[in-house]
């Protein structure tokens, strides 16, 4: 150990390990930095697999409502051509790597992309109200159509935390019959509605706390958002997006 006067000690031997170790932290810098520019690998495997595991839950939903055998192919892979996108997640990659910190204690370091399921409310509504998915007609029982698309639903989203309720599916039904042209409804206009369609059929009618409930839980999987252009209004969203791995 060295020492001056003026001076904080030098340790020779922490500046001989220091030469020593720098060409390795260059190596892990090179590293690093190549790890963090790599480009994103996408997992098409997964992607198909998600595919074959959600229209074998529609064709599932079909023979469940009645629909005969020979149409439930067809019908399962016409729907999901027009209703259903569906995006590939990243491919998870394993490294086996040293990690350093800052002097700070942060650390680099990337997450993974998901994968994307979009499912076309509209659509969804449309093949149902057409007895596409149900031998019920629409002309037959059109109070059924909430309750048939619930089942289509929440066959779709097997497995999933974005199952419907009977209260969310019917507040959604009627949310799509008065929209605006810009897909826009009024808070104060729903619950008439929702009053008008129990009437109507026959059926029971939500409470304000239903209608409060089911519109929190729309909002949330992203069914219908809060319009920017109005207040106390809604915006439909044609298109919900949920994530898969």
């Known amino acids: 150990m060295l020492q001056c006067g003026r001076c904080a000690p030098w340790d020779a031997s922490h500046d001989a390990a220091s030469r020593w170790l720098s060409p390795f932290k260059q190596a892990l810098k090179l590293y690093t930095s190549e790890f963090e520019n790599c480009e994103m690998e996408w997992d098409y495997e997964r992607k198909k697999e998600k595919e074959v595991e959600i229209q074998e ?57 998901l994968g994307n399921i979009r499912l076309n409310v509209r659509t969804l509504f449309e093949a149902v109200s057409n007895s596409v998915f149900t031998v019920i007609s629409a002309t037959q029982a059109p109070w059924a159509i909430p309750f048939a698309a619930i089942l289509l639903w929440n066959s779709i989203w097997r497995n999933t935390q974005i199952d419907l309720s009977e209260a969310e599916a019917v507040t959604l039904w009627v949310m799509w019959q008065i929209k605006d042209s810009n897909k826009n409804v009024k808070s104060e206009d729903l619950k008439p509605a929702i009053d008008n369609h129990a009437r109507k059929y026959e059926r029971q009618t939500l409470s304000e706390a239903d209608i409060k409930h089911a519109l929190k839980k729309l909002n949330e999987i992203g069914c219908i958002k809060a319009a920017k252009s109005a207040s106390n209004t809604w915006w439909l969203c044609e298109w919900i997006s949920p994530s898969y791995r």
């Open 57 to 113: 839950s529609i064709e599932c939903h079909l023979r469940e409502v009645g629909i005969e055998e020979a149409q439930i192919q067809i019908t399962a892979r016409e729907f999901f051509e027009k209703a259903i996108q569906v995006t590939p997640p990243e491919k998870e990659q394993v490294y086996m790597h040293l990690v350093t910190l800052a002097p700070s204690g942060r650390g680099g370091g990337r997450s993974s992309k």
